[in-house]
């Protein structure tokens, strides 16, 4: 693109304490995993209440996501190019990444084995309906999308004295 440069600009720093985010970090999983969970096991396949509670979780999801990430240094850090980043910020981005992945990395496997050898050798439960396969895919998604910037913010310093304790 000739004639173009775009930049990624620095926002302020967050005023939320690390306190703060992990709360926020805790608070975010326990509605989501509770939409899903619902989904998966609470209401009727099908319903107005599974559809209902689809749309929730997207909309929720893709707001958050919308309104925290993007304007966040949190999302900065996690997608600025590495020279726009301190050392100390490219060391926590990279542990963020590789915790992210290894723990996506091993609920997939974790998953496969119990799909594909646990659940049905031994009866177990098991998806059987479009919306309960839908609430799956999504926990994944989700999982993709928020667990590096998660770990980004559970392990980043308080605004004020960046301490990483």
């Known amino acids: 693109m000739a004639g173009h ?18 709360a926020a970090i805790i608070a975010a999983a326990l509605v989501i ?4 969970g619902a989904q998966l096991f609470a209401v009727p396949p099908g319903s107005l209440a599974a559809s209902v509670l689809k749309l929730a979780t997207a909309l929720l999801t893709v707001g958050g996501f919308a309104l925290v990430m993007t304007r ?22 990279n542990r963020s990444y590789f915790r992210a992945y290894a723990l996506y990395a091993g609920l997939t496997v974790l998953a496969g084995f119990y799909f594909l050898d646990l659940a049905p050798d031994f009866g177990l439960w098991m998806p059987t309906h479009y919306d309960q396969w839908w609430a ?3 926990a994944y998604l989700i999982l993709a999308l928020g667990a590096p910037a998660a770990f980004l913010a559970w392990d980043e310093g308080d605004p004020e004295t960046e301490s990483l304790n």
Request: glycine content about 10%; cysteine-free; aromatic content about 6%.
């Open 136 to 138: 799956l895919v999504w």
């Open 5 to 22: 440069s775009s930049k990624l600009v620095r926002p302020r720093a967050g005023r939320l304490t690390r306190r703060g985010r992990r």
């Open 33 to 36: 995993g509770g939409l899903l």
């Open 72 to 93: 966040s240094l949190i999302w900065f850090m996690g997608n600025a190019p590495d020279e726009a980043l301190d050392e100390r910020e490219l060391s926590l981005r």
